[in-house]
């Protein structure tokens, strides 16, 4: 027995699909933004509702628990995580989302013989595995549990397209038959895909693939939708399926990539990432008093802060120095990257954390010309954003990506763990140039020996 | 419904995702991404319809399956969106407020030691104190 006739149930999903263009919508601007992703909650809410409300479901209590075990694990890692960790629990969140679309898929195909829906089946079967695993290779890769420079191999665009091939090949029998065994099979090359799309990719393009995954997980939803002939799934999966190609595209805009570049760049063998060695020119290495002097009688100071501050939780330390820096007098700057932390935007996220003004935070184009004017350009764990050679160097990894021109202050300072390579792996010239101090450790323990220095000017 | 209805929906759903992101400022791509990525944890819908209807225990277990997988899409993505967000209204403060930021800066080194959900609503409480 049913509680709602179809015309409510179709009311109810239309008015949940509203619900997510409004979440959207609202996500477009920091101000409507937390009530836009409120809204979408509620949209979603009301769709679970009314699922249990229209169809005639068994198992009542065992779905109950499941998504008692579900919100019971993934809430709480969401309230906890820390906030550099964010970018690959997004990444693991979209893969899980993808994997649940293929096992949905999976279990619909002993319910039907139609060829068009049984192509839907194939669709999201092979397009929710390539999500899942190749989500969960760039949560390894984020979290630290493998490399994060690209992985490739002589054999890896032979490989792809045999794997493609096998996967076509077994989706036309699957639509041609219905065969589970095949079905098994496509699943488990979609992994494989899903695995050799994403290796090849590194440095900084890793959150690229996470919106690319994202945008796939939603056209997976959206054939779902049509298997399943509900048409909510159909309305919020391809809603997010084109909202996340054009985010995808404005990401990579913003690092100066194209898509296509960075998905199959590796393939043409065109990287070069991770193949520079460290070389062993000297550099001026210093102490944290030196560069509290450095910081301490400047009239103007921009801080550059990156992925390396991110990881040592050290925003907050750098909110102080800012602070205590104002104190003496001295403006200070944030200089923004689009891409500094590990995501778009992530930068942001984390000085806001600690309480650093909205005014000193500058983005990319405000502040890039008033570099000149700065006495110092005090680095903190970021490389990349700031390496001339993606305006010099036309075979380097990152070329054409925008960079933060630190190397127009009268002294850059780098805090740094070492002379490691940031995350695109490549050299830093900017290091070895007269007007640059390095100050070498963890960049929290250095900004906190730096901030004490500055006290005792 | 009749497959020419269906297709209508998706080519307007098109349109429709692409023009809601199409102007957003590269502060807010990472929430996005994560705000579209919950939305589509809705497949938990068809998760629970597949999980209702299963009569083999084995087909039951898989659709349980994907029933835990889609929540945890859906709910811990609806959840990491709001604490990115947290964030951003901390720093939407107008600038003729400048002086009332200040209490926010004193309290940064506390809400460092415990970044979990505590400090978060302390500071949703100072960020409605600060709307005019």
Known sequence: MTLLNPTWTALLYLAAAACFILALKGLNSPRTARRGNLIGALGALVAVVTVFLSVKLDNIPWILGAIAVGSGVAAPVARRVQMTQMPQLVALFNGVGGGAAALVALLELSHTDEPWVRLAIVFTLLVGAVSFAGSGVTFAKLQGLMTTRPVTFPGLPVLMAVVLLAAVGAGVVVILNGSLVLALVLLVLGLVAGILLVLPVGGADVPIVISLLNAFTGLAVAASGLVLGNVLLLVAGTLVGASGTILTRAMAAAMGRSVAGIMFGAFKGGSTAGSTAVSERPVRSSSAEDVAVLLGYAQRVIIVPGYGLAVAQGQHTAAELASALKARGIEVDFAIHPVAGRMPGHMNVLLAEANVPYESLKEMGEINSEFKTADVALVVGANDVVNPAAKTTSGSPIYGMPILEVADARQVVFLKRSMRPGFAGIENELLYEPQTTLLFGDAKDSLTKVLGAVKGL | ?132
């Open chain 2, 1 to 132: 419904m009749d497959g020419m209805s269906l297709l209508t929906i998706t080519v307007l759903a098109v349109f429709v995702g692409f023009e809601v992101v199409s102007k957003v400022s590269s502060t807010l791509h990472t929430p996005l991404m994560s705000g579209a990525n919950a939305i589509h944890g809705i497949i938990l819908v068809g998760a629970i319809i597949v999980a209702g209807q299963a009569a083999d225990p084995w087909v039951l277990a898989v659709a349980l399956l994907a029933v835990v997988l889609a929540t945890a899409n859906l709910v811990g993505g609806f959840v990491v969106t709001d604490r990115m967000l947290e964030m951003f209204r901390g720093r939407q403060r107008p600038p003729s407020n400048v002086g009332a930021g200040s209490p926010g800066s004193t309290g940064s080194p506390g809400s460092g030691g415990s970044p979990g959900s505590g400090g978060g609503t302390t500071r949703d409480a100072a960020a409605k104190e600060r709307r005019p």
